[in-house]
C-alpha cells in the first residue's frame, strides 16, 4: 500500500466543513472539482501536494458564508487552512502556496492566480459551474435563497443587479462569461463545450418561458 499524502490526510479534515452545507456548494462540488482539477493536471506539472490539499480546503468557509457568518469564505477558508496546516508535515512556503489557491479561487474576488497550482484549482472550479452540472447548480442555488427561475418582467438588459435577479439571468451575468476567466488553455477547451451546452439550454429556456417552443 502506498504511503497517505498530504492531501489524502487532508481530505477528511477538510469534509467535516461541509456538514448540512446546501447542494450547490456541497461535499460532491468538492469531489467534482478534484476530478477536473486531475484531468486539467494531466497537461501540466503541478505540485500536486500544494494543488490537491488547496482543492480540498478550497471551500471549507462556504458553509459560514452562507450562514451569514462571515462574509468571504475564501479569504476565511484561506486563513483556517493555515491553522488546520499547522498540524501537518508542511513549510511555511507551502502554507503560503495553499493560501493563495484559496484566496485566488473566488470569481469575485480581485486576486490574480499566478502560480500554476491557483489557475489549475480557479479553472476547475468554474468548469464545474458550466455545462450540465452548472446548469443544476444555479437552479439550486437559486432555491436555497427563494430567487425565481424567470421573470419576464425583468430582462437581462433591464437586470441591474451585479450577478442576476433570477436564475436565468444569472447564467447571462455571471455563467457565459466563465470562459473568458479560464487561465489555461485546457481548461478553456473545456469550459467553451460546456459554454455551449449551457447557451443552447438558456435559449430553449427562453423561447419556452415565452410559449415559442
Not at 489557491?101 to 473566488?106: F, K, L, P
Request: proline share 4%; aromatic share 8%; glycine share 6%.
Amino acid at each position: 500500500m502506498s504511503p497517505r499524502t498530504l492531501p489524502d490526510e487532508i481530505r477528511p479534515h477538510a469534509e467535516e466543513y461541509f456538514e448540512n452545507v446546501a447542494p450547490a456548494h456541497d461535499w460532491h462540488h468538492v469531489q467534482r472539482v478534484a476530478a477536473l482539477a486531475e484531468t486539467l493536471a494531466a497537461e501540466y506539472d503541478p505540485d500536486e501536494r500544494i494543488l490537491f490539499s488547496a482543492v480540498w480546503l478550497h471551500d471549507i468557509g462556504r458553509g459560514r458564508e452562507d450562514r451569514g457568518e462571515i462574509d468571504d469564505h475564501a479569504e476565511w477558508g484561506a486563513e483556517e487552512a493555515g491553522e488546520l496546516l499547522d498540524g501537518f508535515d508542511v513549510t511555511d512556503s507551502e502554507v503560503e502556496a495553499v493560501q493563495h489557491c484559496i484566496r485566488a479561487h473566488r470569481f469575485s474576488n480581485d486576486v490574480d492566480a499566478e502560480t500554476l497550482e491557483a489557475k489549475l484549482l480557479s479553472d476547475a472550479d468554474n468548469l464545474d459551474a458550466l455545462g450540465a452540472v452548472g446548469i443544476g447548480r444555479v437552479f439550486c442555488y437559486g432555491a436555497e435563497h427563494d430567487q425565481p427561475m424567470h421573470d419576464p418582467d425583468v430582462p437581462i438588459e433591464a437586470d441591474e443587479t451585479r450577478s442576476g435577479a433570477t436564475s436565468v439571468n444569472h447564467f447571462h451575468k455571471k455563467i457565459l462569461r466563465l470562459p473568458e476567466r479560464m487561465y489555461t488553455d485546457a481548461g478553456r477547451r473545456m469550459a467553451e463545450e460546456r459554454r455551449a451546452f449551457v447557451e443552447a439550454f438558456v435559449e430553449r429556456f427562453e423561447a419556452e418561458a415565452a410559449g415559442e417552443r
